[in-house]
T-cell receptor
Framework: AQKITQTQPGMFVQEKEAVTLDCTYDTSDQSYGLFWYKQPSSGEMIFLIYQGSYDEQNATEGRYSLNFQKARKSANLVISASQLGDSAMYFCAMREGRGSNYKLTFGKGTLLTVNP | DSGVTQTPKHLITATGQRVTLRCSPRSGDLSVYWYQQSLDQGLQFLIQYYNGEERAKGNILERFSAQQFPDLHSELNLSSLELGDSALYFC?????????????FGPGTRLTVL
């Protein structure tokens, strides 16, 4: 079973509107972290936002916020006031806390296109 | 700029050859991770080092090896290269091993095997 599922291969949004990118995860660990990364066409991976499994508040970083619903095992990224520069691939990733499993497991990504 | 550097940025080589990819982590980060991004497999974890020691292994082929040196830079060695090894190879670093430690990615090395 996939550990990270991003069901939207592509999304379109109008400039200045908000958009939600979906992410569901699968883990039996109590301690884990959820991350979102942005990959523009230039290829680099840019860290956006982090949510810990024990965090009671949803994480926010500027225009990015994470809608964390633990019971549903979802960690959706919300981008407010979209800008043309937000057009990129977005990856959800999870880091589980058990044992020596320190890797990030990534979803397949969502390609976001912001239209003017 | 994440503070993680990778060289070279691009690498073109032939099947059967051997290459070395180099990574310097952010200042102060002890942990280095290697990931491979390909169109068919997506982003996959290869291997992790912490302060010079191997800590975790992912889907790394036997033809691939890595090490982390005393100055904390890391090298990923790929040998007997095949066409399917063509991919973007990322190095990432983090300060420690806590679950909430962010991993900062380098710009990647794009490997093309002809």
């Amino acid at each position: 079973a996939q550990k990270i599922t991003q069901t939207q291969p592509g999304m379109f949004v109008q400039e200045k509107e908000a958009v939600t990118l979906d992410c569901t995860y699968d883990t039996s660990d109590q301690s884990y972290g959820l991350f979102w990364y942005k990959q523009p066409s230039s290829g680099e991976m840019i860290f956006l936002i982090y949510q810990g499994s024990y965090d009671e508040q949803n994480a926010t970083e500027g225009r990015y916020s994470l809608n964390f619903q633990k019971a549903r095992k979802s960690a959706n990224l919300v981008i407010s006031a979209s800008q043309l520069g937000d057009s990129a691939m977005y990856f959800c990733a999870m880091r589980e806390g058990r044992g020596s499993n320190y890797k990030l497991t990534f979803g397949k990504g969502t390609l976001l296109t912001v239209n003017p | 700029d994440s503070g993680v550097t990778q060289t070279p940025k691009h690498l073109i080589t032939a099947t059967g050859q051997r290459v070395t990819l180099r990574c310097s982590p952010r200042s102060g980060d002890l942990s280095v991770y290697w990931y491979q991004q390909s169109l068919d497999q997506g982003l996959q974890f290869l291997i992790q080092y912490y302060n010079g020691e191997e800590r975790a292994k992912g889907n790394i082929l036997e033809r691939f090896s890595a090490q982390q040196f005393p100055d904390l830079h890391s090298e990923l060695n790929l040998s007997s290269l095949e066409l399917g090894d063509s991919a973007l190879y990322f190095c990432a670093s983090s300060a420690g091993l806590a679950v909430n430690n962010e991993q900062f990615f380098g710009p990647g090395t794009r490997l093309t095997v002809l």
